[in-house]
């Protein structure tokens, strides 16, 4: 199993996003959090920065939407050049068409929950995805501390995708740090975002650094 270490920018300086970027080079993706101020009570930035982010940079983009009517929004992120794209299933009518167009057009089909959303009514519909995502704050603002009442559902999720026998990723956003990222990767999650404790740090690469070590040694992984 890999460890991935996928830095959100939320918390980075939004007017620079390509240099923000540029701090962070030993991250395995960009973390992009699209807020619609309908799905969370939050507005960010949507398709036309994405865009430009995509144009600045070669890092892979792993792109949140936290939109509604995303069925409808996804696929244009896609055809952006994001590498992994991210609909809550909270958010989508058709889940399952929504992830093969997602895969149709080149990109990580990922399905995201909210710290209330079980997985358990989605077993069918894993062998459709690339990663699923598990919210471990309420979505909508970078900062918030990190929910333990998630760590159940993160070995449970962990148990229904080895049962699948694919390789699809398990991912955690929110509260991750050096405080939290052992305990998750102990329960089976294996790609972390990390917003406010990568750019909060003084040399935010040595801290991806050192998350993707804690997380390696906690699950013993190369
Ligand atoms: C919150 C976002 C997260 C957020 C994480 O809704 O989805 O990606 O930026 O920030 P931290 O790591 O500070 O919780
Ligand atoms: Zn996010």
Redesign the pocket.
Same mark, same amino acid.
């Given at each position: 199993m890999g460890i991935r270490i996928t830095p $959100?920018v939320?918390?980075a300086d939004l007017a620079n996003l390509n240099a923000e970027i540029a701090r962070i080079p030993s991250c395995d993706a960009v *973390?992009l %959090?699209v807020m619609d101020n309908r799905f &969370?009570p939050n507005l960010t930035f949507g398709l036309p920065v994405v865009e430009r982010v995509r144009s600045g940079t070669d890092k892979m983009l792993d792109v *949140?939407l #936290?939109i509604a009517e995303v069925d409808r929004w996804a696929p244009g992120y896609a055809e952006a050049g994001a590498e992994s794209v991210t609909f809550h299933i909270e958010a989508s009518d058709a889940p399952v068409k929504l992830a093969r167009q997602l895969r149709s057009l080149g990109a990580r089909a990922s399905m995201g929950l909210r710290p209330a959303t079980p997985i358990e009514p989605y077993e069918d519909l894993l062998g459709e995805l690339d990663m699923v995502m598990l #919210?471990t &704050?309420e979505? @909508?603002?970078? =900062?918030?501390s990190f929910l333990d009442i998630m760590l159940p559902k993160i070995r449970r999720t962990r148990a229904l995708l080895d049962k699948t026998g694919g390789d699809i990723w398990l991912q955690v %956003? =929110? @509260?991750? $740090?050096a405080e939290t990222i052992e305990r998750c990767a102990e329960a089976g999650a294996d790609t972390f &975002? /990390? @917003? $406010? /404790?990568v750019y909060g740090a003084n040399d935010p690469d040595a801290m991806v650094r050192e998350l993707g070590r804690m997380a390696k040694a906690a699950t013993k992984c190369c």
């Amino acid at each position: 199993m890999g460890i991935r270490i996928t830095p $959100s920018v939320l918390n980075a300086d939004l007017a620079n996003l390509n240099a923000e970027i540029a701090r962070i080079p030993s991250c395995d993706a960009v *973390h992009l %959090d699209v807020m619609d101020n309908r799905f &969370v009570p939050n507005l960010t930035f949507g398709l036309p920065v994405v865009e430009r982010v995509r144009s600045g940079t070669d890092k892979m983009l792993d792109v *949140h939407l #936290m939109i509604a009517e995303v069925d409808r929004w996804a696929p244009g992120y896609a055809e952006a050049g994001a590498e992994s794209v991210t609909f809550h299933i909270e958010a989508s009518d058709a889940p399952v068409k929504l992830a093969r167009q997602l895969r149709s057009l080149g990109a990580r089909a990922s399905m995201g929950l909210r710290p209330a959303t079980p997985i358990e009514p989605y077993e069918d519909l894993l062998g459709e995805l690339d990663m699923v995502m598990l #919210m471990t &704050v309420e979505p @909508g603002f970078g =900062g918030q501390s990190f929910l333990d009442i998630m760590l159940p559902k993160i070995r449970r999720t962990r148990a229904l995708l080895d049962k699948t026998g694919g390789d699809i990723w398990l991912q955690v %956003d =929110g @509260g991750i $740090s050096a405080e939290t990222i052992e305990r998750c990767a102990e329960a089976g999650a294996d790609t972390f &975002v /990390a @917003g $406010s /404790a990568v750019y909060g740090a003084n040399d935010p690469d040595a801290m991806v650094r050192e998350l993707g070590r804690m997380a390696k040694a906690a699950t013993k992984c190369c």
